[in-house]
């Protein structure tokens, strides 16, 4: 069964320097083992991350220098939460316990933080763990998460200065080296889970024409949920447990949320 990794799209907004594929993958991994669970403690063994990961070269020592080094990377990414009268700053993991001799990680999710990975209905980026893990480089996986967030439209613009941010790139990485060595890879790699993958540059009405940002474009993914009542014929389809269900398109989908939020309302 595939692991799903599903988080509320503020995490989208953090830019997490300096980290390395192996790191990526580690974090999309507690991120999905610590979803729902609210603020709970949980255990891994080195072994089951290790599997997840699909991580074979790693000896134990060099495997407990990954997981330091991902959750101090972690530790200088600045988390925040802005109201009216308060700015509330802290870590992701305020929980990690690395037991060496267990071979085992303890991790909880921050108390203030705890609604990026629990009851997540709306507002959320989705995709699969599996299929993020066996991207190449640091910068298919970041391009992979960030277009998940607009699968249901298929449209992903952002401003450089933000993707530069996003991707890591190196200041001094003209828009050209950007171009031929980080989203022509990606794209070639991502296009085996977005069809019809385009990226458009958005150039600046001024002198020299300077690169303002880019626009990525491809099919939108079909939402399906389990529908057992209806009477619909049409896209109806078995999944792998045999349940009947049906595809919705982005209107209908926009009005399920509409009930569903009336719905709530109502009742509380």
């Not at 991994?29 to 991580?55: G, H, P």
């Not at 495997?63 to 308060?86: D, V």
Request: aromatic share 10%.
């Amino acid at each position: 069964m595939n692991e799903i990794v599903k988080y509320d799209n503020y995490m989208n907004k953090l830019y997490f320097k300096k980290f390395k594929s192996v790191e990526y993958d580690l974090l999309m991994t507690l991120c999905t083992k610590l979803r729902d669970k609210d603020t709970n403690t949980i255990i891994l063994s080195f072994a089951e991350i290790k599997k997840i990961i699909q991580d074979t070269k790693h000896t134990n020592e060099n495997f407990i220098e990954c997981l330091k080094s991902m959750n101090e990377k972690l530790m200088k990414i600045t988390c925040s939460l802005e109201t009216e009268t308060e700015i509330i700053m802290f870590v992701l993991f305020p929980t990690f316990v690395i037991n060496v001799k267990q071979q085992i990680l303890t991790v909880a999710v921050n108390e203030k933080f705890k609604f990026i990975l629990n009851e997540l209905v709306k507002n959320f980026t989705r995709f699969d763990l599996t299929e993020f893990i066996g991207l190449n480089s640091k910068y298919s996986k970041t391009l992979y998460r960030l277009l998940k967030q607009y699968r249901t439209t298929g449209i992903y613009e952002v401003k450089i200065d933000d993707f530069r941010n996003k991707m890591d790139c190196p200041v001094s990485y003209s828009t050209k080296y950007i171009m031929d060595k980080i989203i022509k890879p990606s794209l070639k790699e991502l296009r085996n889970y977005f069809q019809d993958l385009q990226c458009t540059v958005k150039y600046a009405h001024k002198r020299g024409r300077p690169v303002e940002g880019y626009i990525f474009t491809f099919k939108p993914e079909n939402i399906k949920v389990v529908n057992k009542t209806s009477s619909h014929k049409s896209n109806m389809s078995k999944n792998d447990n045999g349940i009947m269900e049906r595809e919705l398109n982005i209107n209908e989908l926009s009005e399920l949320e509409k009930v569903l939020l009336t719905h709530g309302s109502s009742s509380n």
